[in-house]
Structure formats: structure tokens, C-alpha cells
């Protein structure tokens, strides 16, 4: 996350197997973060239509995906409002 100042403030940290950028396509909205990878590794993109057809065959993955959406949503306000401790 950007902060006013220019300044970077990690959301996350996610590992092997985890995935990103859930909350754009379930909820067709712009993107609310940047990933940086802090070492190498290879990512795999799906793209809307594949997963819309991916979603028609398996109903489970549009549920498991909110949920995640859900989930990470809270987890960034819970950071972003964290107060930074006084010096």
C-alpha cells in the first residue's frame, strides 16, 4: 500500500501456493494493492473468462474466493488502521 507520503506499507505477505488479485476479479473492481516478490518465483495468470468458466464448472471455487476476498479485505483495513507506535 502507498501511503500519503510516498511511502510503502506491506498488506501481506503471501507464500508458495497462495494467490493474488482474487478481489479484482470476484468483485470487479480496480486493484487495491501492488505485489512485490522478494525472490523468484513463477506466477501463473488466469484471466477473467477462464475463471468465470472455470466458476460455471466448479460453483465451490466462486465461494472459496469471496471467502478469501472476504477475508484478506478485513485484513488489510486491520492494517491500515494499526497506529504506528509513538516514538
Do not use: N
Not at 20 to 30: D, K, T, V
Not at 42 to 49: G, I, K, Q, V
Amino acid at each position: 500500500h502507498e501511503e500519503p507520503d510516498g511511502s510503502r506499507r506491506d498488506l501481506a505477505t503471501i507464500l508458495a501456493g497462495d494467490f493474488f488479485g482474487e478481489m479484482a476479479l470476484i468483485e470487479s473492481q480496480p486493484r487495491s494493492a501492488t505485489v512485490w516478490a522478494v525472490t523468484p518465483c513463477l506466477l501463473y495468470e488466469l484471466r477473467r473468462p477462464d475463471l468465470e468458466a472455470a466458476m460455471a464448472y466448479h460453483p465451490g471455487i466462486r465461494q472459496a474466493l469471496a471467502e478469501a476476498s472476504r477475508q484478506r479485505r478485513k485484513e488489510q483495513i486491520e492494517k491500515l488502521t494499526e497506529r504506528e507506535p509513538a516514538q
